[in-house]
């Protein structure tokens, strides 16, 4: 049972167009981090958030986190080919070394 | 800085023999978490190790162990291998503080026949 719900599992876009990955839950998180995996590797860090009502932006990448500390969201702008990959949202608790994983959202870009 | 890093990337195993995967951190690091990822279950925590010694666990059979070294270099091994077993295990490091963030090696393939 996944304690963090990603939406929507998959997205297929054109280039160009701007996309959001919701990750919610009914558990407090610490910390919140959000990674993108390509097929056969390790998934690979974009952002961590740490303060309820925070927004961090990365070029064309917006994270934001919920309030609550509770849910977060990734907007992408003017998406890329390159942005192609699946996308995982990750909570940490006060459980040592251990993040909660979503399912993850694949995100296609089409040129 | 050197990321973390994973050997050997790819192995294939046969029912009931056992494996030993190992898994560098980034320099500094001291804490080393494993995780499963399957298709079905995505990725599992199966446990962390701090100072050479585990500080928790996942729900994984007893199958699953590891350990860590002096010089936080950690391994993990899973005996009487399953077809379930086939999955990329991921190893990430991170500063000792909870919740701290993680940064994944490219992971270890394994495949069961």
């Known amino acids: 049972t996944q304690l963090l719900e990603q939406s929507p599992q998959f997205l297929s876009i054109q280039e160009g167009e701007n996309l959001t990955v919701y990750c919610n839950s009914s558990s407090v998180f610490s910390s919140l981090q959000w990674y993108r995996q390509e097929p056969g590797e390790g998934p690979v860090l974009l952002v961590t958030?740490?303060?309820?009502?925070e927004v961090k932006k990365l070029k064309r990448l917006t994270f934001q986190f919920g309030d609550a500390r509770k849910d977060s969201s990734l907007h992408i702008t003017a998406a890329q080919p390159g942005d192609t990959g699946l996308y995982l949202c990750a909570g940490a608790t006060d459980s040592w070394g251990k993040l909660q994983f979503g399912a993850g959202t694949q995100v296609v870009v089409t040129p | 800085k050197a990321g973390v890093t994973q050997t050997p990337r790819y192995l294939i195993k046969t029912r009931g023999q056992q494996v030993t995967l190992s898994c560098s951190p980034i320099s500094g690091h001291r804490s080393v978490s494993w995780y499963q990822q399957t298709p079905g279950q995505g990725l599992q925590f199966l446990f962390e190790y701090f100072s050479e010694t585990q500080r928790n666990k996942g729900n994984f059979p007893g199958r699953f162990s590891g350990r860590q070294f002096s010089n936080s270099r950690s391994e993990m091994n899973v005996s009487t291998l399953e077809l379930g077993d086939s999955a990329l295990y991921l190893c990430?490091?991170?500063?000792?503080?909870?919740?701290?963030?993680?940064?994944f090696g490219p992971g270890t393939r394994l495949l069961v026949l």
């Open positions: 958030v740490v303060t309820g009502g």
């Open positions: 990430a490091s991170s500063r000792a503080d909870r919740g701290g963030t993680q940064y």
